[in-house]
């Protein structure tokens, strides 16, 4: 079974583009989650979603940051304009549901680095 | 403020000696608990779980012990290996439809 799918898995940006991040869910999990790896903050939450709605982006840093899920088998992460303290690496995760007893499925991560 | 602590950055132990990783929350609320371990440049994977209703949960090699009224728990490893050498995250959730909140993690070196 493919797990969650993430793309791009490393990328390297100039200080103010616009970056997108892109996640498939496994197929079947009704809730979806971005979170992001730091070495002073560990792995916080961004953002989740419950069938393709937001219920918390209370973790989400800036405005700059946004985050959509237009289907259930997709969703997109998205800065702009993009700061260098956005680098760090980006995880999208994956559960039935949101909650206790349920799992998460991460996927590999995507790598950014904002130069 | 951090509700679930790893308060130990780092850890090193031996081959073939046990490894306890500790963890330390402050919600009271959560009930389900959880260990992920990762390795570099790839997503955390999940290891072992334990419901609040038990204080112990044992699979092979690793054991999650769970002492509620000190909000501690800790993952046991016995024997170690040196491929359990990973980052370990500690994560917790909340009764009712909660993501899990995850500690800073352990990074575990198992010296051959």
């Known amino acids: 079974d493919a797990g969650v799918i993430q793309s791009p898995r490393h990328e390297v940006t100039e200080m103010g583009q616009e970056v997108t991040l892109r996640c498939k869910p496994i197929?079947?999990?009704?809730?979806l989650f971005w979170y992001r790896q730091t070495m002073m903050r560990g792995l916080e939450l961004l953002i989740y979603?419950?069938?393709?709605?937001?219920?918390?982006d209370s973790g989400m840093p800036e405005d700059r940051f946004s985050a959509k899920m237009p289907n259930a088998s997709f969703s997109t992460l998205k800065i702009q304009p993009s700061e260098p303290r956005d680098s760090a690496v980006y995880f999208c995760?994956?559960?039935?549901?949101?909650?206790?007893?349920?799992?998460?499925?991460f996927g590999e991560g995507s790598w950014l680095t904002v130069v | 403020d951090q509700q679930v602590k790893q308060n130990s950055p780092s850890l090193s132990v031996q081959e073939g000696r046990i490894s306890i990783l500790n963890c330390d929350y402050t919600?009271?609320?959560?009930?389900?608990f959880l260990w992920y371990k990762k390795y570099p440049a790839e997503g955390p994977t999940f290891l072992i779980s334990?419901?609040?209703?038990?204080d112990k949960n044992e699979d092979g090699r690793f054991t999650v012990f769970l002492n509620k009224s000190a909000k501690h728990l800790s993952l046991h490893i016995v024997p170690s290996q040196p491929g359990d050498s990973a980052v370990y995250f500690c994560?917790?959730?909340?009764?009712?439809?909660?993501?899990?909140?995850f500690g800073k993690g352990t990074r575990l070196s198992v010296i051959a």
């Open positions: 994560a917790a959730s909340a009764r009712g439809n909660t993501p899990l909140v």
């Open positions: 919600n009271s609320m959560f009930d389900y």
């Open positions: 979603f419950n069938n393709n709605v937001p219920i918390d």
């Open positions: 197929s079947g999990h009704n809730s």
């Open positions: 334990i419901s609040s209703i038990k």
């Open positions: 995760a994956s559960s039935l549901r949101a909650g206790t007893g349920n799992t998460i499925y």
